[in-house]
C-alpha cells in the first residue's frame, strides 16, 4: 500500500494560527471533493478555531483512563477504519495518556501514514528537539514535550504559519489566544517581544536549513552541479598562517552585508598527516570562526586546489575568500601558477576574494631608494643568465661553425651580453662581455683553442663588448632607478591618502595611522604619547633600551607639543623624515578633530543642563511660590489676628501652612534627588528584599484600599535586589499616577511575577494610556502629562522613578494595557541570596506558558 503524505504546518509560537490553517486547509480540500475527517483537534476555547471545524467530519476520540479521569486521545484505530483521503490531526508533538498504544501522537500518525492516509498536522518550533534547549535559554520553560527533529524533517511538506511578534501580542491582548485571567501573565513572561522575535527567527532559521537540504537533493537527483545561489555562504580557505585572522574578519563582513549570511571556514590537510598548518594557530583561528557565529571544517587531500573548490561546491558555497600568496616571483616563475590561480581558474561560479595581508610578500613597506638600482636578487640573476646563457650558446655556435657564421657568432655573443646588461645590470654585463670575448676567440678565431689577441682586432672587438655592457647597463641602472622612485612616491601618495582619508572620515584614526607608519617605515615599533604621559596609540615592539627618536605632534597655546611620536628600529633617511613631517601634520589634525568632538560633547551636555535648569526655573516659579505663599499667609493670618482668633480658625490655617510646608518639602525632595541621579551620586543601598512587603507599605502610604487596587501577587516570587526606600519610592510615584488616571470604576492592578534572574512589578491602569512616540519624554524631568496640570507637582516623579531603579540594576518601562490604558513594569534581578520565596509566603509551582 501507497504511503500517505505528511504535511506539517510549522509555528513559531502558541497562537500564531495553525490550528486555524490547518481547518481552514481541511475546508478547501473538502470543497474540492476531497475526503477529510478531523482526527483530533484541539481549539483552546478559540471561538473562530472552533467556527472552523464545522462542517467537517470529527472522527469520535478514545477515552484512556488515568487515576481516575478520563483523558481524550487520538483513536487510530477510528481513523484507520474510516479512511479517508485527508486527516487532520493536530499537536504532532502531544504526549498521550499513560495506557494508549503509543507513547507520542508522532507514532500514532506514522500509524495513519501506513495505512495511505494522507495527514496535515500542527507543531511549534519549541518542541523540535534539537531546539529545545534554546528555547529554554531564550523563554526559561522548558519543553516536556519534544518530537525528533527526524520525525519532523521526514515530512513530504512543511509550511511555515508565520505572525509579526507585535501582531501575536495584540491578537493576545485582545483575548483571541487566552482567557482575561491569563493575558498579563503571558504578556509579561513567555510572550514578551524579544522571546517572540527570538522564536520567529528560530523557525525562520530552521526552515531555511530544511529548505537548503531539499535543495540539495533535488539538485544531486537531478544531476545539477552548479551552484545555486539562495543565500549567502562565505568560504574562508585557512592554511594555519598568521594571515588567518585577517581573512575570517573580512569573510565575515561579506557574510554579513546579506541576511541570513554564513561563515564557513576550512582546512585543508595531507593525507600523510604531514602538511598543515600550525595547529596552535589553527585552534586559535577556529575559536574565532566559532565566536563570529561560523562554523569551522577540515579535509583531507594532496591536491589543495581541487579539494577547496570541491567542499565551496559541497555547501553551495557563493563566495571564496583567499589570502594572497606569500611566495616572490621568481618562485612564482620556476613552479608554475600557485593555489589560488588554480582555484579561480576551476572555481566556475563562485566569486573568489584575494585578500592581502601581513604576512604576503612585499607587506607594506615602503620601496627604499637608497643602496644599488638594482636589488641583489637581480644582479644574481644576471650572473645566472650568464653563466648558464654563455655555455648553452658556445655550444650551439660550435655545433652549427662554419667560414661564413663568424659574423653570426659575434652577433650572438653581443646578443647575450645585452641581455644580461637588461637582467642584472652593469657588473653581470662585463661579466659576460669577458667571458663573450674570451669564448669567440677561443673558439671560432684561428688559431683554435688557444686564446690569442695578437691580432689587434681581437682587443678592439672585446672592448666594444665591454663599452656596449657598460652603456646598456647605465641605461638598465637609470630606468630602475626613476622606476623605483616613481613606486616610492606612490606608495607615499597612498599612505598619506589612507591617512588623510582617516581623519575627514572621523574614524578612530589614531591607531591605524601608528601601524601603517610602522609597517610602511619598516620599524620595530612606534607609539604616539600625549603631553601628560597618556600612550594614545601603539604598534610593534616596546621600547627596551630607551633609545628612539621623538618627533613632536601639534602644538598647545603653552608652547609645548601636544603629542610626540615615538620611533624607534633604524634611522631614518631624508626621505623618511619628510614622510614623517606629513604623517605628523596628520595625526596633529586627527588629535585636533578628537578634541572638538569631545567639546562638542560636552557642550551638549551643558545645551542639555541649561534647558534642565531653565525648566527647572520655570517650575520653581510657580509650583514652589503656591505652597510657600500659602503657609506665610497663614502665618501672618494668625499673627495679624492676635488673641481675637477663634480655635477652629486658628487650627485651619495651622493644617494649611503644615500641608503646604509639608508640599514644600516634598518638593525640594524631589529636587535635590532629581540632581543626584543627573550628577550620577545617588546613594543606593542594596539587599534582599521582599517585593510583596515594599507594594503593601507603599499602598499604606497612598491610602489605597482593595477598592481602588487590585493584588495579583505571586506566591513563589523570590527576593529581589534592591534598596527598599528607593523601590517604596518608585512603587508610590507609579501607583499615584495609575491612580490619577485610572477610570473610577476600573481598579488599578498590581501583578508580580519572575522569569530567569529577572523579576517584574507591572502596575496595570485602564485610563487613557499615552502614545508610543511620547514615552520616552514622559520619563523626562518636568513633564507633565499634558504639561497643563499645575497641581500634581513639578513633573519629576517618572524621571526620579526611572533614575531610582535603574540606578538598582534594573529597568522601568512602559507598555499598552490589553483593552486600553498604561502598564508600567518595574525589573529588577533576583537576589542571589534569597533565590527561594521569602519565608512567611507559601511557595508554588508557576504555570509555565508553555502551552501548544
Request: a negative charge; glycine letters at 10%.
Given at each position: 500500500?501507497?504511503?500517505?503524505?505528511l504535511?506539517?504546518?510549522?509555528?513559531?509560537?502558541?497562537?500564531v494560527?495553525?490550528?486555524?490553517?490547518?481547518?481552514?486547509?481541511?475546508?478547501?480540500?473538502?470543497?474540492?471533493?476531497?475526503?477529510?475527517?478531523?482526527?483530533?483537534?484541539?481549539?483552546?476555547?478559540?471561538?473562530?478555531?472552533?467556527?472552523?471545524?464545522?462542517?467537517?467530519?470529527?472522527?469520535?476520540?478514545?477515552?484512556?483512563?488515568?487515576?481516575?479521569?478520563?483523558?481524550?486521545?487520538?483513536?487510530?484505530?477510528?481513523?484507520?477504519?474510516?479512511?479517508?483521503?485527508?486527516?487532520?490531526?493536530?499537536?504532532?508533538?502531544h504526549?498521550?495518556?499513560?495506557?494508549?498504544?503509543?507513547?507520542?501522537r508522532?507514532?500514532?500518525?506514522?500509524?495513519?501514514?501506513?495505512?495511505?492516509?494522507?495527514?496535515?498536522?500542527?507543531?511549534?518550533?519549541?518542541?523540535?528537539?534539537?531546539?529545545?534547549?534554546?528555547?529554554?535559554?531564550?523563554?526559561?520553560?522548558?519543553?516536556?514535550?519534544?518530537?525528533?527533529?527526524?520525525?519532523?524533517?521526514?515530512?513530504?511538506?512543511?509550511?511555515?504559519?508565520?505572525?509579526?511578534?507585535?501582531?501575536?501580542?495584540?491578537?493576545?491582548?485582545?483575548?483571541?489566544?487566552?482567557p482575561?485571567?491569563?493575558?498579563?501573565?503571558?504578556?509579561?513572561?513567555?510572550?514578551?517581544?524579544?522571546?517572540?522575535?527570538?522564536?520567529?527567527?528560530?523557525?525562520?532559521?530552521?526552515?531555511?536549513?530544511?529548505?537548503?537540504?531539499?535543495?540539495?537533493?533535488y539538485?544531486?537527483?537531478?544531476?545539477?552541479?552548479?551552484?545555486?545561489?539562495?543565500?549567502?555562504?562565505?568560504?574562508?580557505?585557512?592554511t594555519?598562517?598568521?594571515?588567518?585572522?585577517?581573512?575570517?574578519?573580512?569573510?565575515?563582513?561579506?557574510?554579513?552585508?546579506?541576511?541570513?549570511?554564513?561563515?564557513?571556514?576550512?582546512?585543508?590537510?595531507?593525507?600523510?598527516?604531514?602538511?598543515g598548518?600550525?595547529?596552535?594557530?589553527?585552534?586559535?583561528?577556529?575559536?574565532?570562526?566559532?565566536?563570529?557565529g561560523?562554523?569551522?571544517?577540515?579535509?583531507?587531500?594532496?591536491?589543495?586546489?581541487?579539494?577547496?573548490?570541491?567542499?565551496a561546491?559541497?555547501?553551495?558555497?557563493?563566495?571564496?575568500?583567499?589570502?594572497?600568496?606569500?611566495?616572490?616571483?621568481?618562485?612564482?616563475?620556476?613552479?608554475?601558477?600557485?593555489?589560488?590561480?588554480?582555484?579561480?581558474?576551476?572555481?566556475?561560479?563562485?566569486?573568489?576574494?584575494?585578500?592581502?595581508?601581513?604576512?604576503?610578500?612585499?607587506?607594506?613597506?615602503?620601496?627604499?631608494?637608497?643602496g644599488?638600482?638594482?636589488?641583489?636578487?637581480?644582479?644574481?640573476?644576471?650572473?645566472?643568465?650568464?653563466?648558464?646563457?654563455?655555455?648553452?650558446?658556445?655550444?650551439?655556435?660550435?655545433?652549427?661553425?662554419?667560414?661564413?657564421?663568424?659574423?653570426?657568432?659575434?652577433?650572438?655573443?653581443?646578443?647575450?651580453?645585452?641581455?644580461?646588461?637588461?637582467?642584472?645590470?652593469?657588473?653581470?654585463?662585463?661579466?659576460?662581455?669577458?667571458?663573450?670575448?674570451?669564448?669567440?676567440?677561443?673558439?671560432?678565431?684561428?688559431?683554435?683553442?688557444?686564446?690569442?689577441?695578437?691580432?689587434?682586432?681581437?682587443?678592439?672587438?672585446?672592448?666594444?663588448?665591454?663599452?656596449?655592457?657598460?652603456?646598456?647597463?647605465?641605461?638598465?641602472?637609470?630606468?630602475?632607478?626613476?622606476?623605483?622612485?616613481?613606486?616610492?612616491?606612490?606608495?607615499e601618495?597612498?599612505?598619506?591618502?589612507?591617512?588623510?582619508?582617516?581623519?575627514?572620515?572621523g574614524e578612530?584614526?589614531?591607531?591605524?595611522?601608528?601601524?601603517?607608519t610602522r609597517?610602511s617605515?619598516?620599524l620595530?615599533?612606534?607609539?604616539?604619547?600625549?603631553?601628560?604621559?597618556?600612550?594614545?596609540?601603539?604598534?610593534?615592539?616596546?621600547?627596551?633600551?630607551?633609545?628612539?627618536?621623538?618627533?613632536?605632534?601639534?602644538?598647545?597655546?603653552?608652547?609645548?607639543?601636544?603629542?610626540?611620536?615615538?620611533?624607534?628600529?633604524?634611522?631614518?633617511?631624508a626621505?623618511?623624515?619628510?614622510?614623517?613631517?606629513?604623517?605628523?601634520?596628520?595625526?596633529?589634525?586627527?588629535?585636533?578633530?578628537?578634541?572638538?568632538?569631545e567639546?562638542?560633547?560636552?557642550?551638549?551636555?551643558?545645551?542639555e543642563?541649561?534647558?534642565?535648569?531653565?525648566?527647572?526655573?520655570?517650575?520653581?516659579?510657580?509650583?514652589?511660590?503656591?505652597?510657600?505663599?500659602?503657609?506665610?499667609?497663614?502665618?501672618?493670618?494668625i499673627?495679624?489676628?492676635?488673641?481675637?482668633?477663634?480655635?477652629?480658625?486658628?487650627?485651619?490655617?495651622?493644617?494649611?501652612?503644615?500641608?503646604?510646608?509639608?508640599?514644600l518639602?516634598?518638593?525640594?525632595?524631589?529636587?535635590?534627588?532629581?540632581?543626584?541621579?543627573?550628577?550620577g551620586?545617588?546613594?543606593?543601598?542594596?539587599?534582599?528584599?521582599?517585593?510583596?512587603?515594599?507594594?503593601?507599605?507603599?499602598?499604606?502610604?497612598?491610602?489605597?484600599?482593595?477598592?481602588?487596587?487590585?493584588?495579583?501577587?505571586?506566591?513563589?516570587l523570590?527576593?529581589v535586589?534592591?534598596?527598599?526606600?528607593?523601590?517604596?519610592?518608585?512603587?508610590?510615584?507609579?501607583?499615584?499616577?495609575?491612580?490619577?488616571h485610572?477610570?473610577?470604576?476600573?481598579?488599578?492592578?498590581?501583578?508580580?511575577?519572575h522569569?530567569?534572574?529577572?523579576?517584574?512589578?507591572?502596575?496595570?491602569?485602564?485610563?487613557?494610556?499615552?502614545?508610543?512616540?511620547?514615552?520616552?519624554?514622559?520619563?523626562?524631568?518636568?513633564?507633565?502629562?499634558?504639561?497643563?496640570?499645575?497641581?500634581?507637582?513639578?513633573?519629576?516623579?517618572?524621571a526620579?522613578?526611572?533614575?531610582?531603579?535603574?540606578?538598582?540594576?534594573?529597568?522601568?518601562?512602559?507598555?499598552?494595557?490589553?483593552?486600553?490604558?498604561?502598564?508600567?513594569?518595574?525589573?529588577?534581578?533576583?537576589?542571589?541570596?534569597?533565590?527561594?520565596?521569602?519565608?512567611?509566603?507559601?511557595?508554588?509551582?508557576?504555570?509555565?506558558e508553555g502551552a501548544?
Open positions: 500500500m501507497k504511503r500517505g503524505k504535511r506539517v504546518l510549522l509555528g513559531a509560537a502558541p497562537g494560527g495553525k490550528t486555524f490553517e490547518m481547518l481552514e486547509e481541511g475546508r478547501r480540500l473538502s470543497a474540492e471533493g476531497r475526503d477529510v475527517v478531523i482526527g483530533f483537534v484541539e481549539t483552546h476555547g478559540r471561538a473562530a478555531t472552533a467556527a472552523q471545524a464545522e462542517g467537517l467530519e470529527l472522527v469520535a476520540r478514545s477515552q484512556v483512563s488515568y487515576r481516575g479521569v478520563e483523558l481524550p486521545e487520538l483513536d487510530v484505530d477510528a481513523v484507520v477504519a474510516r479512511h479517508p483521503d485527508v486527516a487532520l490531526v493536530d499537536e504532532l508533538a504526549t498521550n495518556a499513560p495506557g494508549s498504544p503509543n507513547d507520542k508522532w507514532q500514532d500518525v506514522e500509524l495513519i501514514l501506513d495505512a495511505g492516509i494522507d495527514v496535515i498536522t500542527t507543531v511549534n518550533v519549541q518542541h523540535i528537539e534539537s531546539l529545545n534547549g534554546v528555547v529554554a535559554q531564550i523563554t526559561g520553560v522548558v519543553q516536556r514535550e519534544t518530537i525528533p527533529d527526524a520525525v519532523v524533517r521526514g515530512a513530504d511538506q512543511i509550511e511555515l504559519v508565520d505572525l509579526a511578534p507585535q501582531s501575536l501580542r495584540d491578537r493576545l491582548s485582545g483575548g483571541l489566544v487566552y482575561a485571567e491569563r493575558i498579563d501573565a503571558a504578556l509579561s513572561n513567555y510572550f514578551r517581544l524579544g522571546n517572540l522575535t527570538a522564536l520567529r527567527e528560530l523557525a525562520l532559521l530552521w526552515l531555511a536549513d530544511e529548505v537548503d537540504s531539499a535543495l540539495r537533493s539538485r544531486a537527483e537531478h544531476g545539477i552541479d552548479g551552484t545555486w545561489q539562495a543565500r549567502e555562504r562565505v568560504v574562508v580557505a585557512l594555519g598562517g598568521e594571515e588567518g585572522e585577517t581573512l575570517i574578519r573580512r569573510g565575515a563582513r561579506i557574510a554579513a552585508r546579506s541576511a541570513g549570511g554564513q561563515l564557513l571556514a576550512v582546512h585543508v590537510a595531507g593525507q600523510d598527516g604531514l602538511r598548518g600550525d595547529p596552535g594557530a589553527l585552534a586559535e583561528q577556529r575559536a574565532l570562526v566559532e565566536s563570529l561560523g562554523t569551522y571544517h577540515q579535509v583531507i587531500g594532496d591536491d589543495i586546489p581541487r579539494s577547496l573548490v570541491d567542499f561546491r559541497s555547501v553551495d558555497a557563493t563566495q571564496l575568500v583567499m589570502g594572497t600568496s606569500r611566495r616572490g616571483r621568481l618562485a612564482a616563475a620556476l613552479t608554475g601558477p600557485g593555489i589560488a590561480t588554480t582555484v579561480i581558474r576551476e572555481s566556475g561560479d563562485i566569486d573568489v576574494h584575494m585578500v592581502t595581508h601581513a604576512a604576503a610578500a612585499g607587506k607594506n613597506l615602503l620601496p627604499r631608494i637608497s644599488g638600482a638594482l636589488s641583489v636578487k637581480r644582479r644574481l640573476l644576471g650572473f645566472a643568465v650568464a653563466l648558464i646563457g654563455g655555455p648553452l650558446l658556445t655550444w650551439l655556435l660550435v655545433v652549427t661553425r662554419s667560414a661564413e657564421t663568424i659574423t653570426t657568432d659575434v652577433l650572438a655573443y653581443q646578443l647575450l651580453v645585452v641581455i644580461v646588461a637588461l637582467v642584472g645590470g652593469i657588473w653581470p654585463a662585463v661579466f659576460a662581455a669577458v667571458m663573450s670575448g674570451l669564448s669567440l676567440n677561443y673558439f671560432f678565431v684561428e688559431p683554435y683553442r688557444t686564446v690569442s689577441i695578437a691580432d689587434p682586432r681581437n682587443a678592439w672587438a672585446l672592448g666594444l663588448y665591454v663599452v656596449i655592457a657598460v652603456l646598456v647597463s647605465f641605461i638598465v641602472d637609470r630606468a630602475a632607478r626613476a622606476a623605483r622612485a616613481a613606486r616610492r612616491l606612490s606608495a601618495s597612498e599612505l598619506l591618502a589612507t591617512v588623510a582619508g582617516s581623519v575627514l572620515r578612530s584614526a589614531l591607531p591605524a595611522m601608528v601601524s601603517r609597517e617605515l619598516g620595530a615599533g612606534v607609539r604616539l604619547v600625549s603631553a601628560d604621559g597618556q600612550v594614545l596609540a601603539t604598534d610593534g615592539e616596546p621600547v627596551r633600551d630607551g633609545r628612539y627618536e621623538a618627533v613632536p605632534v601639534g602644538w598647545v597655546s603653552g608652547g609645548g607639543p601636544r603629542a610626540t611620536l615615538e620611533l624607534h628600529g633604524h634611522t631614518l633617511d626621505s623618511e623624515r619628510r614622510l614623517v613631517d606629513a604623517i605628523v601634520a596628520q595625526l596633529a589634525a586627527a588629535l585636533e578633530h578628537t578634541d572638538l568632538t567639546t562638542a560633547r560636552e557642550a551638549g551636555v551643558l545645551a543642563t541649561d534647558q534642565v535648569r531653565s525648566a527647572l526655573l520655570s517650575a520653581v516659579s510657580h509650583d514652589l511660590r503656591r505652597p510657600l505663599a500659602a503657609a506665610v499667609a497663614s502665618i501672618g493670618g499673627r495679624a489676628a492676635g488673641p481675637g482668633l477663634s480655635a477652629a480658625d486658628r487650627d485651619e490655617l495651622l493644617a494649611t501652612a503644615d500641608e503646604s510646608l509639608a508640599t518639602s516634598a518638593l525640594v525632595t524631589d529636587l535635590l534627588d532629581v540632581s543626584r541621579v543627573q550628577a551620586v545617588l546613594a543606593v543601598s542594596l539587599t534582599a528584599v521582599d517585593s510583596a512587603g515594599v507594594v503593601t507599605a507603599a499602598l499604606d502610604e497612598l491610602g489605597a484600599g482593595p477598592d481602588a487596587v487590585e493584588l495579583a501577587l505571586d506566591p513563589s523570590p527576593m535586589t534592591a534598596d527598599p526606600v528607593l523601590l517604596q519610592r518608585v512603587l508610590v510615584n507609579v501607583l499615584a499616577n495609575a491612580l490619577r485610572s477610570p473610577e470604576d476600573r481598579r488599578v492592578r498590581v501583578a508580580t511575577s522569569l530567569g534572574g529577572t523579576a517584574e512589578v507591572r502596575i496595570v491602569d485602564h485610563g487613557p494610556g499615552i502614545a508610543p512616540d511620547r514615552r520616552d519624554d514622559m520619563f523626562a524631568p518636568f513633564q507633565r502629562y499634558g504639561d497643563t496640570d499645575n497641581t500634581v507637582g513639578l513633573g519629576l516623579g517618572l526620579l522613578s526611572k533614575g531610582f531603579t535603574e540606578g538598582m540594576g534594573g529597568t522601568l518601562t512602559a507598555e499598552d494595557t490589553p483593552g486600553g490604558g498604561l502598564t508600567m513594569v518595574i525589573a529588577l534581578p533576583v537576589s542571589a541570596a534569597g533565590s527561594e520565596a521569602p519565608a512567611g509566603r507559601m511557595s508554588q509551582p508557576a504555570d509555565p501548544r
